[in-house]
């Protein structure tokens, strides 16, 4: 009896065992949805994709970010490519997956990894790419050897992109190792390797020592040394891959914000302007001086697609020209104090950055004590738009900037325009440090502005444009006075209107409930 018990299990394990292979054989034939060469996975078919594919390199991406499209039309490429090879290409869109994104720890996009051989815990991190040629490149390192690299260098020498060169006497030292490994993190970057004692001594270098070349132009040489690491080396290849000024647009501004320069110096300049090449010259040479501490970029204010970043800073386009610097850290944002932006003036400000002396652009200054003593009323961002916009008082603002000789040239005139009205108590004359406190209303003209803001209900901002003579802007806000007078009768009328309308509403609605009780 026992051994017929025993005899039934062992039949049913077996059963069992041969019903899970089958289903497991089930499984593997079925197949994955793929969309331009690209398996679409998700949480339950990522581990049969695992178990098909002995290399499988997957792209963790957010649909909605314009890297993440950039990134699928590199993928989609070197998918063509790859279609005989072992690797396969797959994409996993996290806004969807969001519990396998997160069990996997790619819930950061954009993140590339190659799995291999199934191995669901130990994938191989890529580096975003630049192109397909950028994933095919990192594949083919990741399996080669230092020797792969020795090549003639007569082309690489004169490329326009940077080649980074390694002379060495030996090709089995720690060095040459270090090397390579630089060289598969950077696919982007071309890397030659030369043992050519001619090669050697026409850039006069021992060996051991790595060239960063570009248009046959040495732009540095480094020695390696015993305490040499693969991130220095990394470092120092990646802020030489970039000119001295990177101009941020779509494809530049990825690699400006994984740069590891984490200082940042913005030139904000309209390339239409008069004088962009003297300051672009200015700012070229300044950035010469501090390569390795500060990344300079020039941002375009005449771009459109550039407004995200003007925003971010702050910065409108009639502001322009202007520096601005910041820390990708703490991302506190520092202004150049001046509208001078010669070479010098932008070395001092880089310097007291670096130093620690630079003063921040604080988004609003405090209020100062007594500022509505003076006939002059000093604002600030934070009390701005509670008495311009006062419905009761015309008040009229210069918007100014302290460095500027052209805002200290209106000082004068703006003390006779407070004099002309200090009898006025409907009216106040006051100024602004645009510099030092963030505006948030739209305004027109370079400053200094002089700005009316009536009084009225309604938030109206009159820029003045006449002459800046006393009689012209005491005849300007009398007459803006005059046409606000006008416009707040109707304005009382439509507040009277509406008054009433809510009231027979409200007188509406009581009686509805008054005949439902």
């Not at 994955?32 to 949480?43: A, S, Y």
């Not at 190792?177 to 950077?186: G, K, P, R, T, V």
């Not at 311009?388 to 009229?396: D, G, I, R, S, Y």
């Amino acid at each position: 009896m026992r051994s017929s018990i025993l005899v039934a299990l062992t039949t049913f394990c077996l059963c069992l065992s041969v019903a899970a292979d089958a289903q497991s054989d089930r499984d593997e034939k079925k197949t994955f949805p793929e969309e331009d060469g690209l398996l679409q996975l998700e949480k339950k078919n990522f581990n049969r994709a695992l178990r098909k594919y002995k290399q499988l390199l997957v792209h963790f991406y957010s649909p909605l970010t314009g890297e993440a499209h950039r990134v699928a039309a590199v993928f989609k490429d070197a998918a063509a490519v790859l279609q005989e090879s072992e690797v396969k290409l797959a994409v996993v869109d996290v806004t969807e997956e969001k519990d396998l994104a997160k069990s996997l720890n790619a819930t950061d996009p954009p993140t590339i990894r190659l799995y291999l051989s199934g191995d669901l815990h130990n994938p191989v991190p890529c580096p975003v790419p630049q192109s397909s040629s950028s994933i095919l490149t990192w594949l083919k390192r990741r399996v080669g050897s230092a020797a792969d690299l020795i090549t003639d260098l007569s082309q690489s020498e004169a490329s326009d992109e940077l080649t980074v060169v390694g002379f060495f006497k030996e090709l089995d030292n720690e060095y040459v190792q270090l090397f390579y490994e630089a060289a598969i993190n950077l696919p982007d970057v071309s890397f030659a390797v030369t043992q050519n004692d001619e090669v050697i001594s026409k850039y006069g270098v021992t060996h051991n020592v790595v060239l960063l070349l570009k248009k046959s132009k040495l732009l540095y040489s480094y020695k390696m040394m015993p305490d040499t690491c693969k991130e220095e080396l990394m470092t120092l290849i990646s802020v030489y891959q970039m000119d001295l000024v990177t101009e941020y647009d779509g494809q530049t501004a990825n690699r400006i914000l994984s740069s590891p320069v984490l200082n940042h110096a913005l030139l904000f300049i309209n390339r239409s302007s008069a004088d962009f090449q003297e300051i672009l010259s200015a700012f070229t040479g300044a950035a010469e001086s501090f390569r390795m501490k500060i990344l300079f970029v020039l941002v375009n204010v005449d771009e459109s697609r550039n407004g995200r970043v003007m925003e971010y800073f702050r910065v409108r386009d009639f502001e322009a020209p202007l520096i601005r610097m910041v820390n990708l850290t703490d991302h506190v944002t520092y202004h150049l104090p001046s509208e001078t932006l010669d070479t010098e003036t932008i070395k001092e400000f880089c310097h007291s950055f670096l130093e620690g002396t630079a003063k921040p652009k604080m988004q609003t200054l405090p209020i100062p004590e007594g500022w509505d003593k003076e006939p002059v009323k000093e604002l600030v961002g934070m009390n701005l738009e509670e008495v311009a916009f006062n419905p009761n008082k015309t008040v009229f603002v210069l918007f100014y900037l302290p460095y500027s000789k052209k805002s200290h040239a209106v000082f004068p005139l703006w003390e006779e325009v407070a004099e002309a009205f200090k009898e006025q108590e409907d009216v106040v004359v006051a100024q602004i440090d645009a510099s030092a406190n963030d505006i948030n209303m739209s305004m027109q003209g370079a400053y200094p502005s002089l700005c009316l803001f009536p009084a009225l209900y309604a938030e109206r901002v009159v820029v003045y444009t006449g002459k800046r003579k006393l009689k012209d802007l005491v005849r300007f806000v009398e007459k803006e006075m005059e046409k606000a007078k006008e416009y707040r009768v109707k304005e009382n009328e439509d507040r009277r209107k509406y008054a009433e309308a809510v009231k027979a509403e409200g007188e509406q609605n009581e009686d509805k409930t008054k005949d439902e009780l």
